[in-house]
Structures are given as structure tokens and as C-alpha cells.
């Protein structure tokens, strides 16, 4: 059974503090790792994608991936009451495959 | 560019009916994911279609069925209504090459 795994939260942090979400994943081959925000009451949206070891920034947030320890990593900077959201990490195995997702890690950004 | 589109975005039903809910792709996409979405569960999929054809199916019994149409329109029925279908389900649509998905906004089901 391939398994996405992350903490639930909440995860608190002040506005302007770094957020720091955390993803692990059980199958060792997987190619392609994302990130999707979701909004109380809305659906999920893509804000980041990353598919090889190593850093990928895109303005305020920075995905990492390490695959020897089957770890992804997002990070938000400058974080604002309106980045308040659940986050889910995604894992695509193989090419053709669907995505599984994490539940899902709760962000809130005090003001 | 019109997004992924979900119908009904609301239903009330009754334990042992039965419901369809639609889907339709942006406008180029082929494939075509169904995910259920419960608080205690979280995202579960349930299959995806590409072209017509089932190409993945997840962990649910054959209540939930679907099936996709040649403009890549795809329906989703469950049969036989239970409390526990209760849920958010969630179309995504996405093309060959770009691996990452567009999640419609969802189909609220609320069976009583």
C-alpha cells in the first residue's frame, strides 16, 4: 500500500515567520511530488510541483525533495494570514499512475 | 480558458438511491481523476480515466462506477446509498506532459 504521510496540525506561525511543512512517502520510486493548497471549503489548488532532489523556488515558496530519504519539504517565507489553508502533499509513483495524497497538513498565520 | 467543471455542486439524497454526478475537463485535457474527500479520511481516489477507458481504480467497492465520454466528459454513479458516501467529491482533469492536476470544484454529496 503506497502511503503519503504528514503531521495534521495545526502548525501556528506569526505573520512574516517561515512555515515549514513536512511530507513523507513510502514508495521508493516515485518520479513526481507536488504540493496543493486547499482553502476551507474550496477544492485543491496546485501552487508547486518538483520532480528531481534538490531546491525549486517560486516566489514565497520553496519546495525541497530528497529521494534517498523519501522526504519533501515546503517552505513558505514571509508567511501572511491569507497563506491559512490546509496543505496537501501529493505523490505520483509512476508515470500513468494516480496521485496519492497526504491528509493534509492546517496552517494558520497569526496576524 | 474555462476551468474544470463540476454538476451538481450540492445533492441531498437518501440512503439506498442512487446519484450521477458529471464532470467536464478543460477544454484539451483527456484524462480525468474521481476523488472522494472525507475529514477522517482525507483525499481517497477512486479511478481515473483517459480516452474512454479506465486506467486506474482505487480501493472501493463496485457501488461507485464511471465512465468517461469521446469529449472526455466523464459521469461517476454510486448505487445503493450509504451514510457513509457522505463526502466532497472531487474531479481533476489533467494532459500528458504536465503531470500535476486541475481539481474542479467539487460535488458536496450529503446522504441522510
Known amino acids: 500500500q503506497k502511503e503519503v504521510e504528514q503531521n495534521s496540525g495545526p502548525l501556528s506561525v506569526p505573520e512574516g515567520a517561515i512555515a515549514s511543512l513536512n511530507c513523507t512517502y513510502s514508495d521508493r520510486g516515485s518520479q513526481s511530488f507536488f504540493w496543493y493548497r486547499q482553502y476551507s471549503g474550496k477544492s485543491p489548488e496546485l501552487i508547486m510541483s518538483?520532480?528531481?532532489?534538490g531546491d525549486k523556488e517560486d516566489g514565497r515558496f520553496t519546495a525541497q525533495l530528497n529521494k534517498a530519504s523519501q522526504y519533501v519539504s515546503l517552505l513558505i517565507r514571509d508567511s501572511q494570514p491569507s497563506d491559512s489553508a490546509t496543505y496537501l502533499c501529493?505523490?505520483?509513483?509512476?508515470?500513468?499512475?494516480?496521485?496519492?495524497f497526504g491528509k493534509g497538513t492546517t496552517l494558520s498565520v497569526s496576524s | 480558458k474555462a476551468g474544470v467543471t463540476q454538476t451538481p455542486r450540492y445533492l441531498i439524497k437518501t440512503r439506498g438511491q442512487q446519484v450521477t454526478l458529471s464532470c467536464s475537463p478543460i477544454?484539451?485535457?483527456?484524462?480525468v481523476s474521481w476523488y472522494q474527500q472525507t475529514p477522517g479520511q482525507g483525499l481517497q481516489f477512486l479511478f481515473e480515466y483517459f480516452s474512454e477507458t479506465q486506467r486506474n481504480k482505487g480501493n472501493f467497492p463496485g457501488r461507485f462506477s464511471g465512465r468517461q465520454f469521446s469529449n472526455s466528459r466523464s459521469e461517476m454513479n454510486v448505487s445503493t446509498l450509504e451514510l457513509g458516501d457522505s463526502a466532497l467529491y472531487l474531479c481533476?482533469?489533467?494532459?500528458?506532459?504536465?503531470?500535476?492536476?486541475?481539481f474542479g470544484s467539487g460535488t458536496r454529496l450529503t446522504v441522510v
Open positions: 518538483i520532480y528531481s532532489n
Open positions: 481533476a482533469s489533467s494532459t500528458p506532459g504536465a503531470y500535476g492536476y486541475t
Open positions: 501529493a505523490v505520483n509513483p509512476q508515470a500513468g499512475t494516480a496521485l496519492i
Open positions: 477544454s484539451g485535457h483527456r484524462s
